[in-house]
């Protein structure tokens, strides 16, 4: 009589187990440089860019465009790009750099979050003398800011060390970055042009489609 076998259940890990062993199997940081002076210039200006892009997406679909992956597209493409001109002054582009870029670039991008697409417009709709100033919007989103980098250490610890929770657009910007730093710059170039080649032709059906609207209205205005 045959014995069926029971699968063998895997113990769970404890927290310092999982820390330990991505410290020894899997951290990188004293081989290759991580968060430099380059990845956060880089990572400031793209998300600085795609943060007004995400106010007039977020005005006008109430919805949020992720950075992460266009950004690291676009900052290999740009090294590279350098690297090739300047190979004394620009060294290789180290995936760990891009990974902190594409994180700075995205708490850059969405800073739209912070109440600029949706509570402020709202105020403004609901009561426009009750919406604050400069400054004072300024300052709340500073402190708002603030609070998601004090929340994000131990929401990561728990969520993402202890939890093993797969995210759907960390696994996509990994996959994006592994891809770029092993295929090389080919890959980098065709998709950064890809993304440079859609940016005017967007701008264009974009500016098309409200001069018609406008003219539309001025006529039916006049």
Known sequence: MAIETLPEVETPKSPEDIERHWFENVYAGDRMPQLTLRALVMGMLLGAVMSLSNVYVGLKAGWGLGVAITSAILAFAAFSALRRLFPRFFPEFSILENNAMASCASAAGYMTGAGVVNAIPALMMLRPEAVPGTGVLMVWVGVVSMLGVFLAVPAKRQMINIEQLRFPSGIAAATTL????????????????????????????????DAKRSGGRAGSAG
């Open 178 to 209: 592994r891809t770029l730093h092993q295929e090389g710059g080919g890959t980098a170039a065709r998709q950064a042009k890809s993304l440079g080649l859609g940016v005017p032709l967007g701008a264009t059906i974009t500016w098309f489609r």
